[in-house]
Nanobody
Framework: VQLQASGGGLVQAGGSLKLSCTAS?????MGWFRQAPGKEREFVSA????????SYADSVKGRFTISRDSAKNTIYLQMNSLKLEDTAVYYC???????????????????WGQGTQVTVSS
């Protein structure tokens, strides 16, 4: 399975971007992570397989929204009120298995996209 992420770019602080990630085949749970320069990759958001339950890092809660179109094997990340500290490469990830709850642990994910750069300027 390959994951293709898109939608990154340069945006001013306070602006919005919407990321998309499409899997080439059927997968289980999916989520978003990010990695800023000099920092470890960190959890951003994930969505459960059933009932669409979601989870967010505290740093993005209330500003980011994850959603899923199962028919298209695609997840989205709507990012609003972007801050300078949101600047990072954003990676989508997927798991082979299906879990009702969102999975937040990086090591659980089996597939990773190539990443899309999000740069927030002042």
């Amino acid at each position: 399975v390959q994951l293709q992420a898109s939608g990154g770019g340069l945006v001013q602080a306070g602006g919005s971007l919407k990321l998309s990630c499409t899997a080439s085949g059927r997968t289980g749970n999916m989520g978003w992570f990010r990695q800023a320069p000099g920092k470890e990759r960190e959890f951003v958001s994930a969505i459960g397989w059933s009932a669409g339950s979601t989870s967010y890092a505290d740093s993005v809660k209330g500003r980011f929204t994850i959603s899923r179109d199962s028919a298209k094997n695609t997840i989205y990340l709507q990012m609003n009120s972007l801050k300078l500290e949101d600047t990072a490469v954003y990676y989508c990830a997927a798991i082979r298995s299906y879990y009702a709850v969102p999975i937040t642990t990086l090591r659980t994910y089996d597939y990773w996209g190539q990443g899309t750069q999000v740069t927030v300027s002042s």
